[in-house]
Structures are given as structure tokens and as C-alpha cells.
């Protein structure tokens, strides 16, 4: 299974951007799926996943402000970032859990004051 993000840099305070993940490869039984960030100084957290069979779930931080959707197909996962703030700022991955979790890469966005 390979993911690669697509979509980061730099935005704005107060704007939006949508990040898009394509999966490839084979995959089966996906428990869930969604996005991860990194910002500077602090661990990698989750903070939007798309639970099968049990809803979507999103960090306090990104409430309100971030939604997570995929395609029918499920090789595309979306990250739709609204009301950017300075805090957003990071490197984010998308990611997939299976039998073992995949992450990609990462992309960067930037949120400018």
C-alpha cells in the first residue's frame, strides 16, 4: 500500500485548503483512515479519522473547522481545512490502518499571518 498527499503550502490566517491522499497498491479490510500532523516541537497526532463502520472523529483542536471524506472507491482520502490559524501549521500525513497502519510522506501547509 502506498499513500501519497498532495495539496500543502502556504495559506493565509482565516483561509482554507483541501489536502487529497491517493492510496495504491492492494489493500483489504480498512479499519480506518485519515489524517495525522506534525507540528513543530510536538509528536505526530491524529487528528481526523473516518472509522469503519463507526463514524468520523476529530482531534478538539480541528473541530468545526476540518472535515475528512474519501471516494467510493476508498482510494482517495480528503482533508478540507477552513479558518486556518498560525497553530495549524505543520507537516500532514495521511493514513490507513489495516492489519498495520500506512502513512504518507507528508506535505506541508504553512498558515501565514
Known amino acids: 500500500v502506498q499513500l501519497q498527499e498532495s495539496g500543502g503550502g502556504v495559506v493565509q490566517a482565516g483561509g482554507s485548503v483541501t489536502l487529497s491522499c491517493t492510496i495504491s497498491?492492494?489493500?483489504?479490510?480498512?479499519?480506518?483512515k485519515g489524517w495525522y500532523r506534525q507540528t513543530p516541537g510536538k509528536q505526530r497526532e491524529l487528528i481526523a479519522a473516518?472509522?469503519?463502520?463507526?463514524?468520523?472523529h476529530y482531534d478538539n483542536s480541528v473541530q468545526g473547522r476540518f472535515t475528512v471524506s474519501g471516494s467510493d472507491s476508498g482510494d482517495t482520502i480528503l482533508l478540507q481545512m477552513d479558518n486556518l490559524r498560525s497553530e495549524d501549521t505543520g507537516v500532514y500525513y495521511c493514513?490507513?490502518?489495516?492489519?498495520?497502519?500506512?502513512w504518507g510522506p507528508g506535505t506541508q501547509v504553512t498558515v501565514s499571518t
Open positions: 473516518t472509522v469503519t463502520g463507526g463514524g468520523t
Open positions: 497498491g492492494s489493500w483489504f479490510s480498512v479499519k480506518a
Open positions: 493514513w490507513v490502518a489495516t492489519w498495520t497502519d500506512y
